[in-house]
């Protein structure tokens, strides 16, 4: 059985059974998202502290671990790249798990256990699933439509940069020696007598 455990293949699960309309595929279509959160966190946390992954399960964990490297973000990170050799331009994103992203996943660990029947029974609880899962799958399809799998990552001995990119998206045409340049809108962090710090905005 091939079943694939990218961030991108739950959601698609998710998606899957979502489509079916039926509330024990509900069920399902939660606990794949669940994992599916999970997973892209495994992947941002892996590229960034180049480790393999482990059998952490808690999502804020996860979160706060990748922000005590890379600073918090809420919203994308766009890398604008140019090709001199053919003129064009492609823009690489680093999206990371919102805030609210992780809340839902959170919440939706609340239905992942054996329920007694009166929560079944009330009034707007198979509804209250729905919406979390609905949000959820938008939340996370925006999150595994990035390239990359953090912001960009500077070595502190050299001006060598890291774009770690997510499996599969690697532009082809780039090859060693290739060369690319690129822009990225920056804020002023900090500026004194021995020069001024620079964040991607």
């Given amino acids: 059985?091939?079943?694939?455990?990218?961030?991108?293949?739950y959601l698609s699960r998710a998606k899957r059974e979502r489509?079916?309309?039926?509330?024990?595929?509900?069920?399902y279509s939660a606990l794949e998202l669940r994992a599916g959160v999970e997973a892209r966190l495994h992947e941002y946390r892996d590229a960034i502290r180049n480790t393999?992954?482990?059998?952490?399960?808690?999502?804020?964990?996860?979160?706060?671990?990748?922000?005590?490297?890379?600073?918090?973000?809420?919203?994308?990170v766009t890398i604008?790249?140019?090709?001199?050799e053919t003129g064009g331009s492609l823009p690489l994103r680093y999206v990371p798990v919102s805030d609210e992203l992780k809340s839902i996943a959170e919440r939706l660990g609340d239905y992942l256990h054996c329920l007694p029947g009166f929560?079944?029974?009330?009034?707007?609880?198979v509804a209250e699933l729905q919406s979390l899962v609905d949000?959820?799958?938008?939340?996370?399809?925006?999150?595994?439509?990035?390239?990359?799998?953090?912001?960009?990552?500077?070595?502190?001995?050299?001006?060598?940069?890291?774009?770690?990119?997510?499996?599969?998206?690697?532009?082809?045409?780039?090859?060693?020696g290739h060369e690319v340049a690129f822009?990225?809108?920056?804020v002023v962090v900090s500026n004194n007598d021995e020069?001024?710090?620079l964040k991607i905005a």
């Fill in 1 to 9: 059985m091939n079943y694939r455990v990218r961030s991108r293949d």
């Fill in 119 to 125: 929560k079944m029974r009330r009034p707007g609880f």
């Fill in 80 to 84: 604008n790249f140019h090709d001199p």
């Fill in 135 to 176: 949000r959820g799958i938008d939340l996370l399809s925006e999150a595994v439509s990035g390239e990359l799998l953090s912001p960009p990552m500077w070595k502190s001995d050299s001006l060598t940069g890291i774009f770690t990119f997510d499996e599969g998206k690697v532009p082809k045409s780039w090859k060693d």
């Fill in 19 to 27: 489509s079916a309309n039926d509330t024990a595929r509900l069920f």
């Fill in 183 to 186: 822009d990225a809108k920056c």
């Fill in 195 to 197: 020069g001024i710090t």
């Fill in 52 to 76: 393999r992954r482990d059998n952490t399960w808690q999502v804020r964990l996860l979160k706060r671990d990748i922000e005590s490297v890379v600073e918090k973000r809420e919203k994308p």
